[in-house]
């Protein structure tokens, strides 16, 4: 019960069953990690979907070598408590576009996402939740994105 | 140990926090804080031209400007403190991820509250010495995850551990003696009270160490002084 309650905090899984919300957590496990732990690199194969329970998650692009007065990783988001990350697991071809830092000592759901792909193939109306609620992140994500990029270009045209 | 002043310099985007974090660092003997930034271009410029010994850095950083409903605005922290500890791989760079002190700040609390920076392991929540750190056993190149910590019940229990550590010392120092009286066989009497009285008092502070080192995390600092410095993110790639 506890753990169903614990997932129906976070917004990917809010108007899930509790029946769908057993299946979320047959297939969750919790982690822990202190800060400055990486927790997934850029490029690496895809293998779970991560919950912040507590804590914060830097994730972290590579710049290419050939842009040296910047730094090497560019921190792109800050993801922290109730937020979700790695959803490359549900993206072809299953590949985190990102690299994922504690910036402190932090907590997370990690699920499965080999068997979460699975489920959403066979449980629809679970594949239709995770992913609609997914893709109001990555909209209001590429929305600030957009505004930062924009107030940036303001800035530099007037220096 | 070198007894120069540490040069220190902070960043953070609010005023109140980067006094904050300055009254902190300089409540410390022998460390000044010689450069406020408040945002990250600004950060790199000045240790680029001040090059400090300590750097603090608030990861909720802007760029260069923050905007008011963009939290993308303000996540160059992390990169801040990367970018400068590669370019000073002396110093050392400190990364604040909490903003615990900004609730307290504007709760009014800031006032005459003792706050304190630490870093946080799977253990305990040790206290930061900047020039313990600075001068350590450590990496040159080093990138601190830190936290700074409000409130006085961290001061209770430090006078505690502190207490006990004395009473140790001086007990075993009270037991030896005794032994040593006991052997002369002139005042064995003397001797082996002291020794008896030595032995409870080491009982006791030893006991009453082991209780203040397991109160619970979240209001107290770890058992030492001792800094653990991380640079996971190097070890990791």
Same mark, same amino acid.
């Given at each position: 019960?506890?753990?169903?309650?614990?997932?129906?905090?976070?917004?990917?899984?809010?108007?899930?069953?509790?029946?769908?919300?057993?299946?979320?957590?047959?297939?969750?496990?919790?982690?822990?990690?202190?800060?400055?732990?990486?927790?997934?690199?850029?490029?690496?194969?895809?293998?779970?979907?991560?919950?912040?329970?507590?804590?914060?998650?830097?994730?972290?692009?590579?710049?290419?070598?050939?842009?040296?007065?910047?730094?090497?990783?560019?921190?792109?988001?800050?993801?922290?408590?109730?937020?979700?990350?790695?959803?490359?697991?549900?993206?072809?071809?299953?590949?985190?576009?990102?690299?994922?830092?504690?910036?402190?000592?932090?907590?997370?759901?990690?699920?499965?996402?080999?068997?979460?792909?699975?489920?959403?193939?066979?449980?629809?109306?679970?594949?239709?939740?995770?992913?609609?609620?997914?893709?109001?992140?990555?909209?209001?994500?590429?929305?600030?994105?957009?505004?930062?990029?924009?107030?940036?270009?303001?800035?530099?045209?007037?220096? | 140990?070198?007894?120069?002043?540490?040069?220190?310099?902070?960043?953070?985007?609010?005023?109140?926090?980067?006094?904050?974090?300055?009254?902190?660092?300089?409540?410390?003997?022998?460390?000044?804080?010689?450069?406020?930034?408040?945002?990250?271009?600004?950060?790199?410029?000045?240790?680029? !031209? =001040? $090059?400090?010994? +300590?750097?603090?850095?608030?990861?909720?950083?802007?760029?260069?400007? *923050? @905007?008011? /409903?963009?939290?993308?605005?303000?996540?160059?922290?992390?990169?801040?403190?990367?970018?400068?500890?590669?370019?000073?791989?002396?110093?050392?760079?400190?990364?604040?991820?909490?903003?615990?002190?900004?609730?307290?700040?504007?709760?009014?609390?800031?006032?005459?509250?003792?706050?304190?920076?630490?870093?946080?392991?799977?253990?305990?929540?040790?206290?930061?010495?900047?020039?313990?750190?600075?001068?350590?056993?450590?990496?040159?190149?080093?990138?601190?995850?830190?936290?700074?910590?409000?409130?006085?019940?961290? !001061? =209770? $229990?430090?006078? +505690?551990?502190?207490?006990?550590?004395?009473?140790?010392?001086?007990? *075993? @120092?009270? /037991?030896?003696?005794?032994?040593?009286?006991?052997?002369?066989?002139?005042?064995?009497?003397?001797?082996?009270?002291?020794?008896?009285?030595?032995?409870?008092?080491?009982?006791?502070?030893?006991?009453?160490?082991?209780?203040?080192?397991?109160?619970?995390?979240?209001?107290?600092?770890?058992?030492?002084?001792?800094?653990?410095?991380?640079?996971?993110?190097?070890?990791?790639?």
């Amino acid at each position: 019960m506890a753990a169903k309650q614990m997932l129906r905090e976070y917004y990917i899984f809010e108007h899930l069953s509790d029946t769908d919300l057993d299946s979320i957590t047959s297939i969750t496990q919790p982690r822990e990690y202190e800060a400055g732990a990486i927790i997934f690199s850029e490029k690496s194969s895809a293998g779970e979907l991560y919950l912040v329970e507590k804590g914060k998650v830097a994730l972290q692009m590579q710049l290419p070598a050939s842009q040296p007065p910047l730094s090497k990783k560019v921190t792109v988001d800050v993801v922290t408590s109730r937020e979700v990350f790695g959803w490359s697991v549900l993206v072809t071809p299953y590949v985190y576009t990102l690299t994922a830092v504690c910036l402190e000592s932090t907590k997370v759901l990690a699920i499965d996402g080999a068997k979460l792909r699975a489920l959403i193939q066979t449980n629809h109306r679970i594949g239709y939740e995770v992913l609609s609620q997914i893709i109001k992140v990555v909209a209001s994500r590429l929305d600030e994105t957009r505004h930062v990029l924009v107030s940036e270009r303001l800035v530099s045209a007037q220096d | 140990m070198p007894s120069t002043n540490l040069r220190a310099i902070v960043a953070s985007e609010h005023p109140h926090k980067r006094h904050l974090l300055t009254d902190v660092i300089e409540r410390e003997p022998g460390v000044v804080v010689v450069g406020q930034a408040g945002n990250a271009l600004k950060a790199k410029s000045l240790a680029r !031209s =001040l $090059r400090p010994d +300590v750097v603090v850095v608030d990861s909720c950083l802007p760029y260069n400007v *923050g @905007l008011d /409903t963009v939290r993308l605005s303000r996540i160059s922290g992390l990169d801040t403190a990367m970018d400068i500890s590669q370019e000073l791989p002396k110093s050392i760079v400190m990364l604040l991820p909490n903003t615990d002190i900004m609730v307290y700040q504007e709760n009014g609390l800031y006032g005459n509250t003792k706050a304190y920076l630490y870093t946080q392991t799977a253990a305990a929540a040790i206290p930061i010495r900047v020039r313990e750190l600075y001068y350590g056993k450590t990496p040159a190149a080093s990138l601190v995850f830190a936290n700074v910590k409000i409130g006085e019940q961290v !001061s =209770l $229990r430090q006078r +505690v551990i502190e207490i006990c550590e004395r009473a140790t010392l001086y007990s *075993g @120092l009270a /037991t030896l003696g005794g032994l040593v009286l006991i052997i002369t066989f002139v005042l064995a009497g003397a001797g082996a009270f002291l020794a008896v009285g030595g032995f409870a008092g080491l009982l006791l502070s030893l006991a009453g160490r082991a209780i203040a080192a397991y109160w619970p995390k979240r209001h107290n600092i770890g058992q030492e002084s001792q800094v653990s410095e991380t640079m996971k993110l190097k070890g990791a790639q």
